[in-house]
């Protein structure tokens, strides 16, 4: 009875840090997902901008030539 006692504590604690690691490991993917996709938006921003100030400046150049 006794041994019968500790293989199921022993299969329960199995189960739970199976469901611990498999928590962190989805955890660890969606935050990595939206890390991942926020860098992306903010490097197109980041490229959108730098076009419009290589413009302005361009278009300040050439109004100081004339």
């Not at 935050?31 to 490229?47: D, P």
């Amino acid at each position: 009875m006794r041994n019968k006692i500790q293989g199921e504590i022993k299969i329960n604690k199995i189960k739970i840090l199976i469901v611990l690691l498999t928590l962190t490991l989805t955890s660890s993917i969606i935050y990595f997902s939206f890390y991942y996709l926020y860098n992306s938006i903010n490097q197109s921003y980041l490229k959108q901008v730098k076009k419009i100030l290589n413009n302005a400046e361009q278009l300040n150049k050439d109004i100081s030539k004339n």
